[in-house]
């Protein structure tokens, strides 16, 4: 739903929750930067319940400036006012 708008933002050596990208793809370019193009340092970033976190508020202010889909805007209100199980 909101790849259309936001991929074209992504860096091409990001890897995480893309289409036709891998976890397999992410390591095989790894490889290949540490190998032959001199990097020296990976850093890999595992930031538990980051999203839990965000101010909601702050994050529908933010997704309303690229996003003007109602039905897109409904599901996510959805989902920050549903309760947790």
């Not at 193009?37 to 595992?46: L, P, S, T």
């Not at 933010?62 to 039905?71: A, E, K, M, T």
Request: hydrophobic share 30%; charged share 30%.
């Amino acid at each position: 739903m909101l790849t259309p708008i936001y991929e074209e933002d992504f860096k091409d050596f990001s890897y995480g929750y893309r289409p036709k990208r891998s976890p397999h793809q992410a390591i095989e370019q790894l490889f290949k930067e540490v190998s032959f193009n001199g990097q020296h340092y990976i850093i890999d970033a595992d930031i538990k319940n980051y999203f839990g976190s965000l101010d909601h508020g702050e994050l529908r202010k933010f997704l309303s400036r690229r996003v003007n889909d109602g039905v897109i805007k409904k599901i996510y209100h959805s989902y920050q006012t549903a309760k947790p199980i």
